[in-house]
């Protein structure tokens, strides 16, 4: 069972959201015109889908869902939420917390616990001392993002629809973990994107990636 109480894991958080913070990631995120922009086109895009849902359910004859003039708005939604995102590929992949093991050798029997120590490590030794009940207060304002590499198709899908925020094997940046127990990487999504990694979490048919919460 996942411990999100210990002092390990607050500590690391804690860490994992100041080093964002120093990104710029974090700080006056809720008064960002983008993305309060993102969020409502990324809310109308999900009402547009349950539309087409809707629609395709009622009908007495097979339609297809994506057929629908619904479909193809939250598409188009979907799109401009994309585009004010920008591409996330180098976003929180930074070469100074870069893990020695390569990603793309990550596979069921990788050494996850190791390389997430060793980024946590490095970023904790770069920080110093820091306030952690201000990095935990922080932390409120974004979400764990669970990932179970034992159970990923690397079918790419999620690195598409997030604009790289989730890489081809669906990791998530190396800069946000937090910490690997119980065969599930615990990662810290800053408010900012939140939207990016749900539009992975979305498309992800092995249901590998999740909010812990």
């Not at 860490?15 to 700080?27: F, I, K, R």
């Not at 004859?61 to 479909?71: A, C, I, L, N």
């Not at 920080?127 to 690397?154: C, F, M, V, W």
């Not at 790419?156 to 890489?167: K, L, Q, R, T």
Request: with cysteine.
């Amino acid at each position: 069972m996942l411990d999100f109480k210990s002092v390990r894991f607050k500590r690391s958080l804690a860490e994992t959201v100041e080093w964002c913070a120093m990104q710029s990631l974090v700080a006056n995120a809720a008064d960002s015109d983008a993305l309060r922009n993102r969020r409502v086109f990324y809310e109308e895009s999900e009402h547009q889908m349950q539309e087409a849902r809707a629609s395709v359910n009622q009908r007495s004859f097979p339609r297809k869902m994506t057929d629908t003039k619904q479909w193809h708005q939250a598409m188009a939604l979907l799109k401009q939420v994309r585009d004010l995102l920008g591409p996330l590929e180098a976003r929180l992949r930074s070469a100074t917390l870069s893990p020695t093991f390569r990603l793309n050798e990550f596979g069921k029997i990788a050494p996850w616990a190791e390389a997430v120590a060793e980024v946590a490590s490095k970023r904790s030794g770069l920080l110093g001392d820091i306030s952690a009940q201000e990095g935990l207060k922080l932390s409120t304002n974004g979400r764990l993002l669970l990932y179970y590499p034992h159970e990923n198709l690397a079918c790419g899908a999620a690195e598409v629809s997030s604009n790289g925020f989730f890489d081809v094997n669906n990791v998530p940046p190396w800069d946000i973990w937090v910490d690997f127990s119980e065969r599930t990487l615990v990662s810290w999504v800053p408010p900012i994107l939140l939207e990016a990694a749900q539009m992975g979490i979305d498309v992800n048919p092995e249901g590998c990636i999740g909010w812990a919460v």
